[in-house]
T-cell receptor, first 110, second 114 residues
Framework: GQNIDQPTEMTATEGAIVQINCTYQTSGFNGLFWYQQHAGEAPTFLSYNVLDGLEEKGRFSSFLSRSKGYSYLLLKELQMKDSASYLCAVIRGSQGNLIFGKGTKLSVKP | GAVVSQHPSRVICKSGTSVKIECRSLDFQATTMFWYRQFPKQSLMLMATSNEGSKATYEQGVEKDKFLINHASLTLSTLTVTSAHPEDSSFYIC??????????FGPGTRLLVL
């Protein structure tokens, strides 16, 4: 079966660091994406991991451990505009079929 | 990054009518396009995988006769919701890919069936 777990909601303070975890159990694995989605809008790409380790891109970093079925998204120097849902998605098939977690709603407070 | 467009962005229709949603990759040829549906406060659910020139592959529980997908070219896929009912009201999002590690989402189409 397919199972992708993320916390439902998180709250953090402007300027702080927050880590959003994602665990997965899927029948196939060809990589993992993190997307940001603001309410009523389509997801926007944040990161892609296919090998173990940390990928850093500006204020955002993403980590993957394939043996543990675990990933996290790290957001530094939080800004109010970072308030959004963050979606973890696993590439299941060779064509790129994505299976999404339910998303983590992040609220950044002043 | 690559651009994917969807049209219309918003549609309201009467129950029983059919609605067509277009998804276009504007600056690249998409080998595969995907259709997702998102209900309020829920995550995206993959409906079907569409490859140019071949029949779409539907996910379990998605009715292929109700959600008709046509992928006529490498830059255009269409989703037709046939005989739409209020429970089909949702946010429909397409994505297009050049390869497994790249997937670009369209802006979405909000469908409301009265």
């Amino acid at each position: 079966g397919q199972n992708i777990d993320q916390p439902t909601e998180m709250t953090a303070t402007e300027g702080a660091i927050v880590q959003i975890n994602c665990t997965y159990q899927t029948s196939g694995f060809n990589g993992l994406f993190w997307y940001q989605q603001h309410a009523g809008e389509a997801p926007t790409f944040l990161s892609y991991n296919v090998l173990d380790g940390l990928e850093e891109k500006g204020r955002f970093s993403s980590f993957l451990s394939r043996s543990k079925g675990y990933s996290y998204l790290l957001l530094k120097e939080l800004q109010m505009k970072d308030s959004a849902s963050y979606l973890c998605a696993v590439i299941r098939g060779s064509q790129g079929n994505l299976i999404f977690g339910k998303g983590t709603k992040l609220s950044v407070k002043p | 990054g690559a651009v994917v467009s969807q049209h219309p962005s918003r549609v309201i229709c009467k129950s029983g009518t059919s609605v067509k949603i277009e998804c276009r990759s504007l600056d690249f040829q998409a080998t595969t396009m995907f259709w997702y549906r998102q209900f309020p406060k829920q995550s995206l659910m993959l409906m079907a995988t569409s490859n140019e020139g071949s029949k779409a592959t539907y996910e379990q529980g998605v009715e292929k006769d109700k959600f008709l997908i046509n992928h006529a070219s490498l830059t255009l896929s269409t989703l037709t919701v046939t005989s739409a009912h209020p429970e089909d009201s949702s946010f429909y999002i397409c994505s297009a890919t050049e390869g497994p590690e790249t997937q670009y989402f369209g802006p979405g189409t909000r469908l409301l069936v009265l």
